[in-house]
């Protein structure tokens, strides 16, 4: 039997109802309300499985990655205790990234005789001391930052950065149809050898443009304006991610390779200001629902099921122990993973979250979840009330205390968080969905 390959599609903040298979309330580009911004993915979700219950290891966009890579919860690292890491402390820092050293999805399954590529965000570190290339990848193209400008690809600081391998680069167009096209090529130049594509989109993170704004590309001054977008916009830019995603699934099924790759797409947050994330509330930076709870479609002819949803709590480390599994390929014995294989049918989990942001902490034990924000504290019974509504903990005070305790047995395990850990998202306290 051959060994499968990998596609890993990650969307940047997008919320957790955005796509047209998650029930998006939105008209997408047509006007109609019946129609989705999101076809190919509702396609690719009916070819396959749709988690209900999928979650990102952060609120925040780094940290997560940090968790994608290693299979490991991010606090392990350094440079996932900053929310997120940001250009202006990041560079030229040698502790603000993954280190080469530590292995990696990446690393793992290239050893092993895949070929690997990231096409799109790294926001892991910056060179000379941290880079795709030295974590596993063979192939890199994109931005080493977090939000880039959709023409000018330049940073949030002004800097240009678009980058082919190590090298910087200049290229002409607008960087989600650059991105579709060179993960569209990689699939192609593959000649039945096994690899492992990360498709890594900046849609539909800010800025607000779409393939019709150069214009606005060129009058805005600062990249996280305040002062544009829409919610047309937003859904429109979702449009042309999911028409580059088309492209890459027609250039998987040319190429003869449909059957034996696995393609997962997720979000590395809960959505930002534009996104629906209906019923859940909490946008990206909460530790509610809506802030880490997030579309989760996987489809492998070979191995799942056409059609099916779950409910099985997942977590996006969880897809590094997958994927070796699918692979036949061990963790390294030193860096024991924190996720699970979602091939074998892992039951009722227990997941965890912290944030320096607002002092936030979560924990979701089979269906409850216990909350804390700046020192109040929740317990909620999600399989009732996922929108975190009724807070029981005075209802079910034995239920509260022991989950609070499990969530501190398991901090302990973690290192503390830095004193000198940075909060680069600069909110308003009044723009996030406060509990009941």
Same mark, same amino acid.
């Given at each position: ?34 129609? %989705? ?16 219950? =999928? ?15 290693? =299979? ?5 690292? #350094? ?109 192609? &130049? ?6 492992? !594509? ?30 544009? =977008? ?16 088309? &492209? ?6 040319? %190429? ?45 002819? &070979? ?54 942001? &607002? ?27 996922? #929108? ?43 723009? !996030?969905?406060?509990?009941?």
């Amino acid at each position: 039997m051959n060994r499968p390959s990998f596609i890993f599609i990650l969307a940047d903040d997008l919320g957790y109802a955005d796509l047209g298979c998650y029930g998006g309330r939105h008209a997408g580009s047509t006007g109609d309300a019946s129609s %989705s911004c999101s076809p190919n993915l509702d396609r690719l979700a009916s070819e396959g499985l749709r988690f209900t219950d =999928g979650y990102s290891n952060s609120a925040v966009c780094s940290p997560t990655r940090f968790a994608l890579a290693t =299979g490991r919860y991010q606090y392990r690292l #350094r440079g996932g205790a900053d929310e997120p890491i940001a250009s202006r402390t990041a560079r030229g820092n040698p502790a603000l990234g993954l280190p080469p050293e530590h292995p990696t999805l990446a690393s793992l399954l290239r050893d092993a005789g895949y070929a690997t590529a990231l096409i799109g965000k790294w926001h892991l570190g910056f060179p000379p001391h941290f880079g795709p290339l030295k974590s596993g990848y063979q192939e890199f193209f994109g931005p080493m930052s977090g939000g880039v400008d959709y023409f000018r690809h330049c940073d949030s600081g002004g800097k240009h950065d678009l980058y082919d391998g190590e090298e910087e680069v200049r290229r002409e167009g607008y960087l989600t149809d650059l991105l579709s096209e060179r993960a569209a090529q990689f699939i192609s &130049r593959q000649k039945g050898g096994p690899f492992f !594509l990360s498709l890594h989109y900046t849609a539909p993170h800010w800025p607000w443009e779409t393939r019709e704004d150069e214009a606005e590309s060129r009058r805005i001054a600062d990249i996280a304006h305040a002062d544009g =977008g829409s919610v047309q916009t937003y859904f429109t830019m979702i449009r042309q991610m999911d028409e580059g995603i088309g &492209r890459v699934l027609a250039a998987l099924d040319e %190429s003869g390779a449909r059957q034996d790759t696995m393609v997962v797409f997720s979000s590395d947050n809960g959505g930002e200001r534009f996104s629906d994330t209906w019923p859940l509330v909490g946008k990206k930076m909460d530790l509610l629902e809506g802030g880490i709870r997030v579309p989760y479609i996987a489809r492998w002819p &070979r191995g799942f099921a056409a059609g099916r949803t779950t409910a099985q709590a997942a977590i996006t480390m969880d897809w590094v122990a997958t994927f070796l599994d699918a692979a036949g390929v061990a963790p390294h014995p030193a860096y024991p993973l924190d996720g699970i294989s979602l091939l074998r049918e892992p039951g009722p989990r227990e997941l965890f979250w912290r944030m320096k942001f &607002r002092d936030q902490k979560a924990a979701r034990i089979g269906d409850w979840k216990y909350l804390s924000i700046e020192g109040d504290e929740f317990l909620y019974d999600l399989v009732r009330d996922s #929108r975190e509504r009724a807070n029981l903990r005075h209802r079910h005070p034995e239920k509260f205390e022991a989950l609070r305790a499990r969530y501190q047995e398991w901090e302990a395990t973690m290192p503390a968080i830095p004193a000198d850990a940075k909060v680069s998202f600069v909110t308003s306290k009044a723009t !996030l969905a406060q509990p009941s």
